[in-house]
């Protein structure tokens, strides 16, 4: 099969200044690296991916995955289920968008019928869910309700944080706010020195930006979030983590008209001024695969990814995964070290797919998912 997306040149990592001090350019700025052919196309024949959601029960729109693998071996994947994009409580729908999950025996292959992870009063979203060291799961979301000074639109409950002690079959009923004034759309990332981060972002008239929060108590308690700074850019959603080699943290940040990322060298007390790849990019996710190759899987164009040898200093041609828009994409290692990657359709019906790929340091290659 073909290999898509190998290395191309340096995209986006032109620093103009200093990250916490130091002079970036020895990070930021890679050696070249030999271009490849244009990225092929991805494979969106109806063979090459499988449903994970079809129809949770709440109105027939499955958006927002995720999927971690349980202490017991299962795949567990989660999605906001409701009537549309947002779904406040109505006549269809008596308490809003809930959580929902599902679960998988074969590696992706087949999933079991949607169930109901949590689900208050309004609406419940964006869930997001990650296995701790100490094998309990993690689910954060937030939570929208109608405004409450009755003008149209929607005010934030806040972020919260459910977990379930037993491989998923049962989860708090009563969530524990993580913060109030931020949003959250990514998954907790446990650190090398066991403290929990949280991707967080929020905005105003006037700005937007990405934020970190830190738990020192498995999630019980988090800190006041540390603001990214954007360097003049509208930073408006998701921010997600990952912990490089060296031990610094890598965040990648959604924008309004392109992506952006930022780096702390102190275990996250401070952050560089947030810089633009090269490259659009919403709602990123990122996962290290095996052989230290990091990917890095976003919406625009349609359903992408990009990934770097290199630690996050450099980044590889765009990556088609799928034609469809919604994207919000995760991804986990299956056991034979291949990755599935599960996203979301967008539009009235929206379904949840899911692809398998290998990951080398020679590119991308698609593969059947269970094959």
């Known amino acids: 099969m073909a290999l898509m997306g190998a290395p191309s040149g340096v995209l986006g990592n032109r620093c103009g200044g200093l990250v916490l001090g130091l002079a970036c350019a020895a990070w930021c700025v890679a050696e070249e690296v030999k271009a490849a052919p244009a990225p092929v196309a991805a494979d969106v024949s109806p063979q090459s991916w499988v449903t994970v959601f079809a129809d949770a029960g709440a109105g027939g729109y499955e958006a927002f995955p995720d999927v971690c693998r349980t202490a017991d071996g299962r795949l567990l994947a ?3 289920a409701g009537y549309g994009h947002i779904a406040m409580p109505d006549a269809r729908l008596p308490k809003g968008g809930r959580l929902s999950g599902c679960f998988s025996d074969d590696e992706g292959k087949t999933w079991s019928a949607a169930f109901t992870l949590f689900d208050g009063p309004y609406d419940d979203r964006d869930p997001s869910v990650a296995r701790l060291k100490d094998g309990r799961l993690a689910c954060t979301f937030f939570t929208l309700k109608p ?31 993580i913060t109030k004034a931020y949003y959250c759309s990514s998954p907790i990332r446990e650190l090398a ?21 830190f738990s ?9 979030p540390v603001d990214i700074p954007t360097g003049g850019l509208r930073l408006d959603a998701e921010t997600d983590l990952i912990q490089l080699k060296d031990g610094s943290l890598f965040a990648a940040l959604r924008g309004s008209t392109t992506s952006a990322w930022s780096l702390s060298k102190d275990g996250g007390k401070s952050w560089s001024v947030a810089e633009q790849f090269a490259f659009p990019g919403h709602c990123h996710y990122l996962h290290r695969a095996p052989g230290d190759i990091i990917l890095m899987a976003h919406r625009l164009p349609d359903t992408s990814l990009h990934y770097s040898l290199d630690e996050c200093r450099t980044w590889s041609a765009n990556v088609g995964v799928d034609t469809v828009f919604g994207a919000y994409p995760s991804m986990v290692t299956l056991k034979d070290g291949t990755i599935l990657i599960v996203y979301y359709e967008e539009g009235p019906g929206s379904n949840v797919r899911a692809k ?9 290659e698609w593969l059947p998912v269970g094959g």
Do not use: H, M
């Not at 491989?167 to 009563?174: H, P």
């Not at 990951?359 to 991308?364: E, L, Y």
């Open 193 to 213: 020195d066991g403290r929990l981060a949280l991707g967080l972002y929020a905005e105003n008239e006037k700005a937007a930006w990405g934020a970190v929060t």
């Open 78 to 80: 989660v999605c906001y």
């Open 216 to 224: 020192e108590d498995g999630g019980k308690t988090w800190r006041a």
């Open 356 to 364: 398998r790929l290998r990951a080398t340091r020679q590119g991308i």
């Open 147 to 177: 405004r409450a000074d009755g003008q149209a639109g929607y005010e934030s409950l806040g972020a919260f944080i459910v977990t379930s002690s037993d491989n998923g079959k049962t989860w708090e009923s009563e969530p524990r706010l």
